[in-house]
């Protein structure tokens, strides 16, 4: 089994930064790929970054790519999302996800361990 918990979360103004980091533990070894998502109210969960541990490939959504980066410390197994230049629709809670293998890396239902997520609010 592996546990993820998240923390970095929080308000911050239009333009400000913020670094979520996720720490895994447990079972680790059945980690490969990790990603970070994002939940809006009500709506479906959203990809928005996700790296290759095993060879430090990244990948990045659309709607942060220029802004947000994914990277990794794998002596302190922790995964990081570098949040910049931040915008109110940016707001959400964020979520780690943990997986050996995953199909596509961008699928939320691809992951089998997920932590419980940071709240990210960002005023006008």
């Known amino acids: 089994q592996v546990h993820l918990v998240e923390s970095g979360g929080g308000s911050v103004q239009t333009g400000g930064s913020l670094t979520l980091s996720c720490v895994a533990s447990?079972?680790?070894?059945?980690?490969?790929?990790m990603g970070w998502f994002r939940q809006f109210p009500e709506k479906e969960r959203e990809w928005v970054a996700a790296?290759?541990?095993?060879?430090?490939?990244?990948y990045d959504s659309a709607s942060v790519k220029g802004r947000f980066i994914i990277s990794q410390d794998n002596a302190k197994n922790t995964l990081y999302l570098q949040m910049n230049d931040l915008k109110p629709d940016d707001s959400a809670m964020y979520y780690c996800?943990?997986?050996?293998?995953?199909?596509?890396?961008?699928?939320?239902?691809?992951?089998?361990?997920w932590g419980q997520g940071t709240q990210v609010t960002v005023s006008a």
């Open positions: 996800a943990a997986d050996k293998f995953v199909d596509k890396w961008f699928a939320p239902a691809d992951y089998k361990f």
């Open positions: 447990g079972d680790t070894n059945n980690i490969r790929f």
């Open positions: 790296i290759d541990t095993a060879y430090d490939f990244t």
